[in-house]
């Protein structure tokens, strides 16, 4: 988005910069004649000022002197909002929070009415608040982003360190007292703020963009609205290639690097152990180097194969790992690279699925169309993760500082053959399902496999514990899987992965 310096005519609105930078007022233009008039805000002139999506449209109503905010909250579920009046009048107050802007920690007192018809312009990273003037007065906004009540904060109105002038503004506008709700008695300070907010957006540089979670991560990021996206395959960048590996994030300089770029062929890793050894392992070595050298934070995906799967009951993130397969050693051992950031995010995963690329649920669909009954494995259990509900908490995480280890998959546990039969139900397909045990299954299909754990329940506890929000069930990210394979469009995908280019 290009700063506005001076009045400018956008569309049909009529734009003039504040004192703080980005935050503009916005001046509709009105078409009217003896029996009134009509104005209106595109959702073209907003993003060409750096709205995003049309997410919510809400109004408020409330009486002369009373104060709601000074409001804002957290990355990724930051909001850019565009605030006017309907009836009445009221002030609306904004804080530039945004550490590295020249306006950080000022303020503006914008009065808006319904007779002046103006509008406010309140990009991402500014606390924002509204006093009444006028009783019953109708405040009405629009917002960019979702509501995420977990993630809402704000800012004491009387903060000594923006220093309103409250007594001057109560003076002014004939306001007897300022009323507050509970919360907004009880704010902290603009020094308080946990998560800094920054103008410059933040950088992310995806590894492995076509696989089902690097292609997934990029379409969270895009919907929230985030565009500095650096999303490399092993074409663009060999991560077992150090020299290439450091020229790219050395000139890119990325914030956030999620590392979803692995071998993970677990029964062609035993043929090959010391080239799965050079990806899942020099590869990550060399990248979390990188990323130290320019201060990224590092996001890595490990797996339920780092334990033997022999525990009698869930395994925390504590538990003894011992892998008992090339891919689960060398997984392990990229945590441990990992582990040399100290602003790293490993994440365990099992079981995955995503629309970009072949998984268990595309294969059993497969299977349904030209078989009647299929034997599947009853003994190996686990949590099914939908890279979908998996990208948005990568996402979310990437935006904090709780750094560490964590089990991260949807929500309950199924064997292999109840997660086929699920299938199957949500699908409407006929197949049946043959529950057998992984040695009746390697009987029957003389197949040669990799150590898998019987035991890969994973306990979520920390991740809760660290204020993030658990993942759905796995019976509901399959029947939304399913819905998005159902697409046309998607169902193309089963033949064609779709290919991100950077």
């Known amino acids: 988005m290009k700063e506005i310096k001076e009045e400018t005519r956008i569309g049909n609105i009529i734009v003039k910069p504040t004192k703080l930078k980005d935050c503009y007022e916005l001046a509709p233009i009105r078409f009217g004649d003896h029996r009134g008039f009509f104005k209106s805000i595109t959702k073209e002139e907003l993003k060409s000022l750096g709205f995003k999506e049309w997410n919510q449209n809400s109004e408020s109503c409330s009486i002369k002197g009373v104060f709601r905010g000074l409001h804002y909250q957290l990355d990724p579920y930051c909001q850019t909002k565009v605030v006017s009046c309907a009836e009445g009048e009221v002030l609306d107050v904004v804080v530039d929070i945004r550490t590295d802007s020249p306006t950080y920690g000022q303020y503006i007192a914008v009065k808006l009415s319904s007779e002046e018809g103006n509008a406010l312009y309140v ?4 606390a924002h608040g509204y006093m009444c003037l006028k009783d019953n007065s109708l405040f009405q906004y629009v917002v960019d982003n979702q509501y995420n009540t977990r993630l809402e904060d704000g800012i004491a109105y009387n903060d000594p360190k923006i220093n309103i002038d409250w007594e001057a503004i109560k003076k002014k506008y004939d306001v007897e007292k300022i009323t507050l709700s509970e919360k907004d008695s009880n704010r902290h300070g603009i020094d308080e703020v946990v998560r800094p907010f920054t103008r410059e957006p933040k950088r992310f540089l995806i590894t492995g963009v076509n696989g089902q979670l690097g292609y997934d991560i990029v379409r969270e990021l895009h919907a929230r609205g985030e565009r500095n996206i650096l999303a490399l395959d092993v074409q663009d960048m060999d991560i077992t290639d150090r020299e290439r590996v450091f020229e790219i994030v050395e000139n890119y300089k990325p914030d956030v690097i999620f590392h979803c770029a692995a071998w993970t062929a677990v029964d062609k890793a035993e043929d090959i152990p010391t080239k799965v050894y050079d990806i899942n392992v020099r590869g990550t070595k060399n990248l979390t180097e990188a990323s130290n050298k320019v201060g990224a934070k590092m996001i890595y995906m490990s797996t339920d ?22 891919y689960g050693e060398t997984k392990y051992l990229g945590e441990e690279e990992v582990r040399k950031n100290p602003n790293h995010f490993i994440t365990r995963i099992s079981w995955v699925f995503g629309i970009n690329g072949n998984n268990f649920i595309n294969t059993m669909i497969k299977l349904s169309n030209n078989k009647e009954e299929l034997s599947v494995v009853n003994d190996q259990v686990g949590s099914p993760t939908y890279t979908v509900d998996l990208a948005k908490l990568l996402v979310e995480m990437s935006f904090t500082d709780k750094y560490g280890t ?14 086929a039969e699920y299938i199957m139900k949500t699908t409407g397909k006929k197949m049946q399902i043959n529950p057998v045990t992984t040695e009746e299954y390697l009987k029957i299909t003389a197949a040669k496999q990799a150590y898998r754990p019987r035991n890969s329940k994973l306990d979520k506890s920390k991740l809760e514990e660290a204020g993030f929000k658990r993942l759905p069930t796995w019976q509901d990210a399959t029947d939304r899987y399913v819905e998005e394979l159902n697409d046309t469009n998607k169902m193309f995908l089963l033949e064609h992965p779709v290919k991100i280019k950077k």
């Open 123 to 126: 990009p991402r990273g500014f």
């Open 305 to 326: 194969y780092v334990f033997d799967g022999t525990k009698k009951g869930i395994y925390t993130e504590e538990d003894q790992v011992n892998p008992k397969s090339v």
């Open 406 to 419: 964590y089990n991260v998959n949807n929500e309950g546990y199924c064997s292999w053959a109840e997660f």
